[in-house]
């Protein structure tokens, strides 16, 4: 089954021209069947980037996804033109009554702020709480991923000397866990962030990791008690967004380091490799079936 999106939406052609099966909601609604609701609380800039990069991840599983993309009520994007926002995405404040299978918080380039600094800290908190009530699973990225694990558990994110960049080798730590069937002992995975969560950290609070990693530390960690995932680096990303970040801060004259392990023989002159592709659909595939075998049928049940 496809991934339902506005026919209109950037990443529809997108997907359809790499051959991930997208639906238009005039298409889906002549079908009669439930398909999983899945939002997309949006906190990055380049929103169009975001949004097709996780639209390719939860769009490529039999199951039929209904995705609704996500914004702060009061925050405005500063990166993304006004019509596609009032478009496309529909504000907290909108949804705040809905119910929904899934959520995926992204990530957000304000870690080296302090939480409480965050012009909308405030709601997001009252995101986090609401998902224990109205979201069956929910799935953090990054220092989406941060934030969800020091609202509900006072774990702190430390800031390093240097950024993590490149793509980090790391190892499966828990096999047995149902997110990581099909996984290899050993994978790679894009990172891209001045701040990390310590294991030990975490797993004083009781949480245990799925994913670690000797050079960027935890990579995947669940909160079963809350219902959900939070991953500290990017599978999502794009054979080129690491370039793209490397690129932006060549050109601004910002120190930075060429991304470990990325381009052949750490030339940035050369074509980089995806070499995490296969996992990366491998862990959104495991958590839409995961999703889909324990959400109730009625999913005005969610969260009862």
């Known amino acids: 089954m496809p991934i339902r999106i506005p026919s209109k939406l950037p990443a529809f052609d997108v997907l359809k021209s790499e051959g991930v099966d997208v639906m238009s909601n005039a298409d889906a609604n002549r079908q009669d069947i439930r398909p999983l609701r899945i939002g997309l609380?949006?906190?990055?800039p380049l929103k169009i980037q975001?949004?097709?990069?996780f639209s390719r991840l939860i769009g490529s599983t039999p199951l039929q996804i209904e995705l609704t993309l996500v914004r702060m009520t009061e925050h405005k994007s500063r990166h993304t033109k006004p019509e596609h926002m009032e478009s496309f995405y529909k504000s907290f404040e909108e949804i705040k009554n809905q119910k929904f299978d899934g959520l995926i918080i992204t990530g957000a380039p304000i870690e080296h702020l302090p939480?409480?600094?965050?012009?909308?800290?405030?709601?997001?908190?009252?995101?986090?709480?609401?998902?224990?009530?109205n979201v069956h699973s929910t799935f953090g990225v990054c220092?989406?991923?941060?934030?969800?694990?020091?609202?509900?558990?006072?774990?702190e994110k430390h800031i390093l000397d240097k950024k993590v960049f490149g793509c980090h080798r790391c190892q499966v730590t828990t096999p047995s866990s149902r997110f990581l069937t099909g996984f290899s002992d050993d994978l790679v995975i894009p990172v891209s962030r001045w701040t990390e969560n310590r294991a030990e950290e975490i797993r004083k609070v009781g949480l245990d990791i799925l994913i670690d990693s000797k050079t960027s530390g935890p990579c995947l960690v669940e909160d079963a008690r809350h219902?959900?995932?939070?991953?500290?680096?990017?599978?999502?990303?794009?054979?080129?967004t690491l370039k793209q970040e490397y690129d932006r801060d060549i050109e601004n004259n910002t120190p930075i380091?060429?991304?470990?392990?990325?381009?052949?023989?750490?030339?940035?002159?050369?074509?980089?490799?995806?070499?995490?592709?296969?996992?990366a659909h491998l862990l959104y595939a495991n958590w839409i079936n995961q999703i889909y075998q324990s959400t109730p049928f009625d999913i005005n049940d969610v969260g009862s």
């Open 41 to 44: 609380l949006n906190l990055m």
């Open 50 to 53: 975001t949004e097709t990069q």
């Open 115 to 133: 939480f409480s600094d965050v012009t909308y800290w405030n709601e997001l908190k009252k995101v986090f709480d609401w998902t224990q009530t």
């Open 143 to 155: 220092w989406g991923g941060m934030a969800m694990i020091n609202h509900f558990h006072g774990v």
């Open 227 to 240: 219902r959900a995932l939070y991953i500290f680096n990017h599978f999502e990303y794009d054979r080129d």
């Open 257 to 279: 380091n060429v991304p470990m392990n990325y381009y052949p023989n750490d030339d940035p002159s050369e074509k980089p490799l995806n070499k995490w592709r296969s996992h």
